[in-house]
């Protein structure tokens, strides 16, 4: 077995090599390709040292992971399960209570109301008996009154249910889910919405430019690499 530190030092001056290293004429580009290929020698050794024992704890995880995720399947449906239930409840109490509210709210509107027509009415009889004066006070008095203020309830953000084994917190949170790109993309190019909703796929990009032979695409920039592929002699 070869002592895998070696190539801990080596590294490292390789890769000061590396740095240093620029290619002017026919010789250096030899060089730089003598290089490159004892690099690869270099990368299939270590691969070669440490793959076996990569690949027995990767059967390992792997064997383990999946025997994990049988065991905790059955509790995890039972869970999610509940879970839904009890959040069901949650939003449905919550949709009472602010039924509750309003409703509360407005019965206190008509009692208002109630006591403001009463007052129109005595005020209507005072000034048909003459007492005009008194009958305009009453008016202006029916106008200012005003529903009875009702404490502000918050709305309710998380509730915790305690029992002797353990809690459970629920929390309210928003879901937002995209029903119709097209109509995002328009409402951006029209500044409705910032550009950060949408999120640009290079890869999607390249396949479509390299299928179709573009040289030019909107909003992208496109230019040719070089991509070294290279190969050592055993």
């Keep these: 077995m070869t002592d895998i530190s070696i190539y801990e030092e080596r590294g490292k001056s390789l890769l000061e090599q590396a740095h240093s290293l620029k290619i002017l004429d026919e010789g250096t580009r030899e060089q730089a390709t003598t290089f490159v290929t004892g690099a690869r020698r270099c990368i299939k050794a270590i691969e070669a040292e440490l793959k076996p024992d990569i690949q027995k704890a990767h059967e390992l995880h792997t064997t383990l992971l999946a025997r994990l995720k049988r065991l905790i399947a059955p ?3 039972a869970q999610t399960i509940v879970d839904r239930e ?3 409840d949650y939003m449905e109490q919550e949709q009472l209570q602010r039924k509750a509210e309003v409703e509360e709210r407005r019965k206190v509107e008509a009692e208002a109301e109630v006591a403001r027509e009463q007052l129109r009415k005595a005020a209507v009889r005072q000034i048909e008996e003459g007492k005009v004066d008194d009958g305009v006070d009453m008016l202006e008095a029916a106008e200012a009154i005003e529903a ?3 404490p502000n309830v918050a709305p309710q953000t998380a ?3 305690q029992t002797s084994g ?3 917190t629920l929390r309210k949170m928003t879901v937002v889910t995209c029903i119709d790109k097209l109509i995002v993309v328009k409402a ?3 500044g409705h919405l910032p550009a950060t909703f949408v999120d640009v796929n290079d890869r999607v990009a390249k396949r479509y430019v390299v299928d179709n032979g573009m040289k030019q ?3 992208f920039r496109i ?3 070089a991509i070294v592929v290279g190969k050592f002699n055993q």
Aim: charged letters at 35%; zero cysteines.
């Design 166 to 168: 353990g809690s459970t």
């Design 86 to 88: 009890i959040g069901r």
């Design 217 to 219: 695409l909107a909003g």
């Design 75 to 77: 509790f995890k449906s």
């Design 148 to 150: 009875q203020e009702l």
């Design 159 to 161: 509730r915790t249910i």
């Design 223 to 225: 230019e040719e690499k």
């Design 188 to 190: 951006i190019a029209e």
